[in-house]
C-alpha cells in the first residue's frame, strides 16, 4: 500500500518561505504522477502544483506561478515545494497526491493516494 507523509508545515509571516515535502513509501507506475493540493475550511479542495518524479512535467496553479518550485530528491523518493513570498491567502491544509498515469493532473478525483496533510499558516 502507498503512503505519503507531507511535512514542512506552520506558522510563517507574509512575504516568507516554507518547503513542503511529500515522502513516498515507492516509486512506481501507481506514483508516477505527484502533486499538491490545498484545503481551506469551507472551501473547495484546490489544486497547487504538479510534478513526474523525472521533473520532465510540471505544472503550477495560477495563483501559485512564479512563487512556488518542486524539486526532487529521488533517493529519499521524497518531492519537496519550495513555497516563497507567502500570501495570507495562501493558508489551508496543504496535501500530497499520488497517482497513476491515467487521469487529469489537475482534478483531485484523478488521484488515489493522499497523505493527511500538513498545515501551512501565513500570518499577515
Known amino acids: 500500500q502507498v503512503q505519503l507523509v507531507e511535512s514542512g508545515g506552520g506558522l510563517v509571516q507574509a512575504g516568507g518561505s516554507l518547503r513542503l515535502s511529500c515522502a513516498a513509501s515507492?516509486?512506481?507506475?501507481?506514483?508516477?504522477?505527484m502533486a499538491w493540493f490545498r484545503q481551506a475550511p469551507g472551501k473547495e479542495r484546490e489544486f497547487v502544483a504538479f510534478?513526474?518524479?523525472?521533473?520532465?512535467?510540471?505544472s503550477y496553479a495560477d495563483s501559485v506561478k512564479g512563487r512556488f518550485t518542486f524539486s526532487i530528491d529521488n533517493a529519499k523518493n521524497t518531492v519537496y515545494l519550495q513555497m516563497n513570498s507567502l500570501k495570507p491567502e495562501d493558508t489551508a491544509a496543504y496535501l500530497c497526491?499520488?497517482?497513476?498515469?491515467?487521469?487529469?493532473?489537475?482534478?483531485?478525483?484523478?488521484?488515489?493516494?493522499w497523505g493527511q496533510g500538513t498545515q501551512v499558516t501565513v500570518s499577515s
Open positions: 515507492e516509486r512506481t507506475f501507481r506514483t508516477a504522477h
Open positions: 510534478t513526474t518524479w523525472t521533473g520532465g512535467t510540471t
Open positions: 497526491a499520488a497517482k497513476a498515469y491515467s487521469g487529469a493532473y489537475y482534478l483531485n478525483s484523478s488521484y488515489t493516494y
